[in-house]
Nanobody, 116 residues
C-alpha cells in the first residue's frame, strides 16, 4: 500500500508565494513519476506540474514561469514552489505518485487560497 501526504497550503495575498510539500511512503521500491493537480470549486481537476523519475519537469501553461516542481534527491518527496500567486490559483492541490502505468496513489489535498 502507498500513502501520499501533502502539506504547506494556506491563505496568501495575491503576488505572494507558497511552497507545497508531498511525501510518499509505503510499498515503493524505486523513484516514481509524481505530479501536482488542482481542483477549483466548480471546475475539473487539472494537471499543474509533473516530474519524471529522471527529474524532467512539465508544467501547465497557466503556471509556467511562476511555479517550480522539484524532487528531494533520490526520494519520492516533491515540492511545488508557487510564486506570483493570483486568485485564479485558488484550489485544492493534490499530489499523486504513479505506482504503475495504470495506477496512481493520491493524497487528501491541501487548500491554497489566494486573496485579491
Amino acid at each position: 500500500q502507498v500513502q501520499v501526504a501533502e502539506s504547506g497550503g494556506g491563505l496568501v495575498q495575491a503576488g505572494g508565494s507558497l511552497r507545497l510539500s508531498c511525501a510518499a511512503s509505503g510499498n515503493i521500491f524505486s523513484i516514481r513519476p509524481m505530479a501536482w493537480y488542482r481542483q477549483a470549486p466548480g471546475k475539473e481537476r487539472e494537471l499543474v506540474a509533473e516530474i519524471t523519475s529522471a527529474g524532467s519537469t512539465n508544467y501547465a501553461n497557466s503556471v509556467k514561469g511562476r511555479f517550480t516542481m522539484s524532487r528531494d534527491g533520490a526520494k519520492n518527496t516533491v515540492y511545488l514552489q508557487m510564486n506570483s500567486l493570483t486568485p485564479e490559483d485558488t484550489a485544492l492541490y493534490y499530489c499523486t505518485l504513479q505506482i504503475t502505468l495504470g495506477s496512481r496513489a493520491w493524497g487528501q489535498g491541501t487548500q491554497v487560497t489566494v486573496s485579491s
